[in-house]
T-cell receptor, first 115, second 116 residues
Framework: DGGITQSPKYLFRKEGQNVTLSCEQN?????MYWYRQDPGQGLRLIYY???????QKGDIAEGYSVSREKKESFPLTVTSAQKNPTAFYLC??????????????FGDGTRLSIL | AQKITQTQPGMFVQEKEAVTLDCTYD???????LFWYKQPSSGEMIFLIY??????QNATEGRYSLNFQKARKSANLVISASQLGDSAMYFC?????????????FGKGTRLSVIA
């Protein structure tokens, strides 16, 4: 079945540590996105990528980094510069060409907590 | 200014009744798309319904319909014949301009609780 796989489901970070959240899709979508969800805040955009080897900052990119070396993969690194990383992280993807009425498809999310 | 406003943090509805979840949006673009998602307590985001700014008819998908009032910039979700499984967070989102690679902007959501 086609879909988006996020791993791990739960992740714990120690102070001063970088951690990487995985996102893989087999939908052959060009665009991929990372959102952060805090209670009562809805989803906020961290980074997105429309094509391999290119990505753009979203509204809350500080303290995060991404790479897009393969079409299927868009990992997110939460760096030690992100002082409040505890949140639910959602990865999404979408069709680009002719996709104006197509939704973003989401993974099941990764819950990150500070130890 | 918020692009998407959902003014109801929480709503209760009796099973089998209809319920309307409010969503207003702010854009100066003529081309935009509006989406509703459901998020159960397990966390996954489930796409429900889409309305394009040029669509003349209100969108419908099974028990879900969208009350689109362009002049008022509102896109309310109507759920008919509520079921216990409809209890979840509901998010309204907008894509502007309406092209496939533009990220969605989300509202803060409404928590719906269906009572037996």
């Amino acid at each position: 079945d086609g879909g988006i796989t996020q791993s791990p489901k739960y992740l714990f970070r120690k102070e001063g540590q970088n951690v990487t959240l995985s996102c893989e899709q087999n939908l052959n979508h060009d665009a991929m996105y990372w959102y952060r969800q805090d209670p009562g805040q809805g989803l906020r955009l961290i980074y997105y990528s429309q094509i391999v080897n290119d990505f753009q900052k979203g509204d809350i990119a500080e303290g995060y980094s991404v790479s897009r070396e393969k079409k299927e993969s868009f990992p997110l690194t939460v760096t030690s510069a992100q002082k409040n990383p505890t949140a639910f992280y959602l990865c999404a993807s979408s069709i680009v060409a002719g996709g104006y009425n197509q939704p973003q498809h989401f993974g099941d999310g990764t819950r990150l907590s500070i130890l | 200014a918020q692009k998407i406003t959902q003014t109801q943090p929480g709503m209760f509805v009796q099973e089998k009744e209809a319920v309307t979840l409010d969503c207003t949006y702010d854009t100066s673009d003529q081309s935009y798309g509006l989406f509703w998602y459901k998020q159960p307590s397990s966390g996954e985001m489930i796409f429900l319904i889409y309305q394009g700014s040029y669509d003349e008819q209100n969108a419908t998908e099974g028990r879900y319909s969208l009350n689109f009032q362009k002049a008022r910039k509102s896109a309310n979700l109507v759920i008919s014949a509520s079921q216990l499984g409809d209890s979840a967070m509901y998010f309204c989102a907008m894509r502007e301009p309406n092209s496939g690679n533009t990220p969605l902007v989300f509202g803060k959501g409404t928590r719906l609780s269906v009572i037996a």
